[in-house]
């Protein structure tokens, strides 16, 4: 907190107010505050990820380090509770420590950790994945979501001998070199170039880029009569962090992609599960050759999976390809029998009658109450994404694509959060993620602080 005080001080004094509302803030979260010191010390920014540390919170605020969570609650090391719509970033969509998850993996965790050896749990939950997903008649599982859409980009260059990756600038697809290309790129370049978002990686990775604007389907046509035989896929989140797909978009990337061969992967790492048990397949009625998936099916263990139809998938396999095709995948903790159980039994709850009616009932509950007090306090906005994850953008504009986002008034946003989790709500800078642990209460509280943060802005 003393490094962002600084900063303000430099631009304005403080007046005695202020002064006491920074001391009262440092107070609330000392514990936090102390662990951040120690943590700045021996871990760049404090933080094993990005977005967890200083950088994504407001001045004057300062990271949380969580001590545990209970259901749809999170408590900080300093004793303050928070609604959770953060969720792990995603996974953990039944909310924390339900019972019949924590059964399942105390039964698995007295009969062994991890083996480097093939399990049953880890077969039973491929086998449902291909039950669940359109696109799956072969699932390889890897640890992280990033790990996945790797191996799926990879997949599709050994499929189809060619080398470039078309990805739309704004979509998140992990920390690979490919998807570091115009992840949030802070300088808007003509398309297709991409635009590296880390040092490190060689020029000869983004001259094997090809970057499209998200939600423009004549762009994209138009690249592929340009690249086509020499592009092997088109990757996409079918929801882009929180900007939907506009009509037609998806189907038109299938056609597309069929048209010229080129293989088509749904990034579902997010959408798996979300926003149906048979993720943006499902929900918008569009088939990739590939998918990659996480969080959910591992119930909040590390586990993930590429997934896609056995032609391709025989990759994989050496027997079946000639040695240049072959693609090796190695993991040691790929399919382990506790982040399996944890997810089989995550999914078999999420099959039980009326949870997604639930769960979206609870995100239209939350954007309404945004639109409403926004709306009345006199802000411009416009809530974005679905109703099982969304976010609020302090713009006028609907949102098709990542330079749309980057219109937003980011003045009005970090205040905003930052008057939601003072009022108890703990969410991430960019998404707001429900749970089917969230009650009536949780969500009355959450309207009354969304009421009282709009008014406070």
């Known amino acids: 907190n003393a ?3 600084r900063n303000e001080g430099a631009n304005k004094s403080f007046d005695e ?4 509302l920074i001391n009262k803030r440092k107070e609330r979260y000392k514990e936090s505050n102390k662990l951040l010191k120690r943590a700045l010390k021996i871990i760049p920014l404090g933080s094993q990820t990005f977005s967890k540390s200083i950088t994504q919170f407001p001045r004057g605020a300062s990271p949380l380090f969580i001590d545990h969570g209970i259901g749809s609650h999170v408590w900080d090391v300093d004793g303050n509770e928070y609604i959770d719509y953060l969720i792990g970033s995603g996974p953990m969509m039944l909310g924390h420590g339900h019972p019949e998850v924590l059964d399942a993996v105390h039964e698995q ?3 062994g950790m991890t083996f480097f050896a093939n399990n049953p749990h880890g077969i039973e939950l491929a086998e449902e994945i291909c039950n669940a997903m359109a696109c799956a008649e072969q699932v390889r599982f890897v640890s992280t979501g990033g790990e996945a859409d790797m191996y799926a980009m990879r997949l ?6 060619r080398d470039k990756i078309v990805k739309f600038e704004g979509g998140y697809h992990g920390m690979s070199a490919e998807a570091q290309m115009s992840l949030a790129p802070e300088k808007l370049v003509n398309f297709p170039v991409a635009v590296p978002d880390s040092a490190g990686i060689p020029d000869a990775v983004r001259d094997e880029m090809l970057i499209a604007p998200y939600n423009n389907l004549e762009f994209v046509s138009s690249l592929l009569n340009e690249h086509a035989t020499d592009i092997a896929a088109i990757i996409v989140e079918p929801l882009q962090r929180v900007i939907p797909p506009a009509p037609g978009f998806l189907q038109g990337l299938r056609d597309l992609c069929t048209k010229h061969s080129i293989v088509l992967i749904f990034d579902e790492v997010v959408t798996g599960f ?3 048990y048979g993720g943006a397949q499902e929900l918008y009625g569009v088939t990739p050759d590939l998918c990659t998936l996480g969080k959910v099916i591992g119930g909040g263990f590390p586990l993930a999976a590429i997934a896609g139809n056995a032609d391709m998938m025989k ?19 790929s399919g382990n029998p506790i982040a399996a159980v944890a997810g089989l039994k995550t999914m078999e709850i999420l099959r039980r009658p009326g949870q997604y009616e639930k769960l979206f009932a609870a995100g239209d509950m939350i954007t309404g109450a945004i639109n409403k007090h926004l709306g009345d306090a006199g802000h411009a906005h416009c809530v974005s994404g679905h109703a099982s994850l969304f976010d609020t953008m302090f713009t006028d504009m609907r ?17 905003f959060n930052e008057g939601l989790r003072r009022r108890g709500i703990f969410k991430s800078p960019g998404k707001m993620y429900m749970s089917l642990a969230l009650t009536s209460d949780d969500l009355d509280q959450t309207v009354n602080a969304i009421e009282e943060a709009a008014k406070e802005l």
Do not use: C, E, W
């Open 399 to 415: 949102l098709y694509n990542y330079r749309d986002v980057t219109q937003g008034d980011t003045q009005k946003a970090a205040p």
């Open 315 to 333: 990759h994989f396999d050496k027997s079946q390809v000639d040695a240049d095709a072959y693609l090796m995948q190695i993991g040691t903790l």
């Open 3 to 5: 490094h962002f005080i």
């Open 109 to 111: 965790l007295d009969k």
């Open 274 to 276: 979300r926003l149906a």
């Open 156 to 161: 599709a260059r050994a499929f189809t001998g």
């Open 17 to 20: 107010d202020k002064i006491y």
